[in-house]
Each structure stands twice: as C-alpha cells, then as structure tokens.
C-alpha cells in the first residue's frame, strides 16, 4: 500500500519543477513524519509560483503606511530589481557581501536557474552584473548561498550531480561588458555529495556545514574551507538524521560546559537538535528537543548572547490556521533546552527565515515581508513588531507560500535586501523607533 501512495505522489508531482522543503521519497528514507494533508497539493501549491514583477519608480520612503503601494511601517524602499533583469527563474534564497577593501557592497541572490549577483553599493540605483549558472544547466526550486574570505559557496536541492559550486567573489569587482556568466572556481563533489537542501558556515572556524543533502543521511555534511578555494571533506553528522538548516558557532554562551566548543543548532524538521562538531571525525549529539505544535521545524537564530533560539515553525501556521507564530527555545542548558513558547503576529502568512542583529529578529514572512520584532522577555516569549515592508500587498495567507523568501540584514550600512520568490530583489532601508535604538546599544534579554 505504501509503494501505491508513493507512486501515486511521484505521478503527481512529474510536471513540477521540484517538491517541498523536503520531498515526499525523502522523508520515506528518512522516516520523517509530515503531516496529513495532500502533500502533493501543498508543494504544487508552494513551488510553482507565478511571476509578479513590479517596475521600480524610484526610492520611496514610507509614509501613511505606504512605499509605492507597498504595506510599510518605519522601512524605505530604496532600490528594486525585477527577476528578469537579473536572469530570469524563480528567486530563492539570498546573502550579502561587502567587500572590505573598496567598501563595495553585493547582494547574491539564488534564481531556479542561477545566482545573481548585484551591486548594491549605491542602493537606489542597483547595478546586475551577472549570474553563475546552474551547474549543467540543472534547474531546483531551491538554491542557498554563503560567503567566506571572499569565496560564495553555492547549493542546490532536489537537482542531481550538481555539487557545491565555490565562486571568486573578486571577480566581481572588475567586471566589463556586463552582465557577465561567470564560471565556479571548483565544484565540491568529495565523498559522493552531490546536492543539499542549505549551507551553512562558521566564519570563526572556516569550516561549511552542507544540510539536507544525498550524504549523511540528510545531516550535517562537514567541510573545511581554510584554504577557500579548495574544500575537502571534514565528517558527517548522522544521528538524528535530516537537517534542514541550522547555526553553527563557536560558542560562548552561559552554558560554561560547552565555552570553547563549536556546535550547531540543527532544525531537524521537528526538534531543535544540538551537535557538538568540534571534533569533526566524532560530532556528539547533545540534545533533541520538540516542542508544543511542532509542523515542521524550519531554522532559527540565536540571540546574540546565545541563551535563547529563535525558530520558525514553516507548517504550523498552514496546518492550524494560525497568524505567523515565533517561538523560542530556552538554550541555558545545552543538554535540555526548554520551550518558553511563542509570540503570535497580528496577521496570518508562513514564516520563513529570520536572523537576530543587536535585539531584533529581521523575519521573511512568505506573503507579509520582511517583520522585525523586538525581542522583548524572551522567557515569556515576549516580542513586539516594530518595523515592517510587505512585498506582497493584496495577500496575507497562511496558506500561501507567495513572496519572501529570505532576508539579509546583516551589511554595515543599514540596507537590509529581501529575495522575493516572485518578483526579484527589494533594497530597504529600516529605521528602528528612537526608543529601539537607545535600547539597542546596551540591551539586555532577561
């Protein structure tokens, strides 16, 4: 009967260009629960996205609620460009680098087909400068990009031999004749890793942690970039079996057993999972954790003194009808974290990523943008919505998976870019209310 319903599901899923954050013969591999809901249906429904472009008049600050019709509280539009104009496909996830010696600001942004990189060292007039291309014209629903020492290492899911492309962000800098198709300095493909669902990497360390992938049954794929260029294998996490993103740090938080160690905070689809990697030979699984209303447990971020992590839950609000929900894990104890609960937002949409700068948590809520929250009592899972930038104006829904996908607010210089799914890059400048700020440069979490 399984093997009827698997191929009933494949059938289905044939004509689309890929599956969910996590495919159903996966999670058959993995023995992964999913809810039980048409699961074919739910991923037609996320992954074929139409195109809905929006032609930039030019930077607009947000005023009575409004940036060029854009849904807005205390964020600037400033800069915009659509999909085609930097290569087409579908967009996905997306990073930022600067590049420390010109002062040169990039945002790199994950299509179906490529990655795009972008100028953005003058915001309100982004510069396309080209794209690398899918490893042999290969095309995934899912792309995931991070930098180190001047290298991006670039993944995808769901997409065969495609590798983990490493690109000479250098080369950036002199371009002509632009948009320029550029080529990957290596491709990693050691120990048989052909694909993966993320990347993450410990700037601290050197080291690249691949999540989601065909090895290491889904977990933590380990990678030494140390000599950037050159990636070789490093070990592989197993244990708890599929990663779908995580954090991984040298950590220094108030759990004095672990001072020194470098661990990853796993989302494993449902627990918040901890890993001591300091020994990439023999990684010790420390912890798994779940928590009250656990759909799927999608990524997470901790505060910046590392006592509390931040998650998003990508099925809960879908499955319950929820408004967008954070929740937050207690991290005191490495050993036993405890959930603390959550904070509900005043609108529906599925959260996505999110990522903590100073005392706020910057979040990609599919069709309700970009939403930063204050981080308030986080032992009562207290938080306040601040600021926000909605790409996607006619449409909240937690049903929909139409909109943002990822957000970076980590640049220097206040922009903060969203990677819209259907209509390309948003440049944004956010302005924290005067108490924020005061607040901002001595806070404490309680």
Known sequence: MKIIIFLIIAILLA??????????????????????????????????????????????????????????????????????????????????????????????VGRSNGTSFIEITNPQSPQYIGQLPSEAGLSSTWRDIKTYNGYAYIVADIIGDHGMQVFDLSQLLNAQNMPVTFSAASVYKQSGFQEAHNIVINEDSGFAYLTGGNTCDGGLHMVDINTPSNPTFAGCFSADGYTHDAQCLNYSGPDTDYHGKEICIASNEDTVTVV?????????????????????????????????????????ERRDDLNTRTLVMDMTNLDQPVFKGFHEAGGASIDHNQYIVGNHTYQANYSRGLRVLRLKDLSKAEMEEVAYFDTVPKLDSNQSFQGAWNVYPFFDNGMVIISDINSGIFILKVNLPVDDLIFESGFEID
């Open 15 to 108: 004509d689309f260009p890929a599956e969910a954050c996590q495919t159903p013969a996966r999670s058959a591999i993995l023995g992964k629960k999913y809810p039980d809901w048409d699961f074919a249906q739910m991923m037609h429904a996320a992954h074929n996205q139409p195109y809905t472009g929006y032609q930039f008049k030019g930077t607009t600050q947000c005023v009575n609620g409004l940036a060029d019709g854009f849904p807005c509280q205390n964020i600037d539009l400033v800069g915009h460009l659509d999909l085609p104009a930097i290569g087409g496909g579908q967009g996905s996830d997306s990073w930022g680098w600067k590049d420390e010696a010109s002062g040169r600001y990039f945002a790199l």
């Open 276 to 316: 001591d990697v300091s020994v990439k030979s023999t990684p010790t699984l420390v912890s798994r954790t779940g928590y009250t209303g656990s759909q799927y447990t999608h990524q997470g971020w901790f505060t910046e003194d590392q006592k509390y992590f931040v998650i998003d839950d990508e099925l809960d």
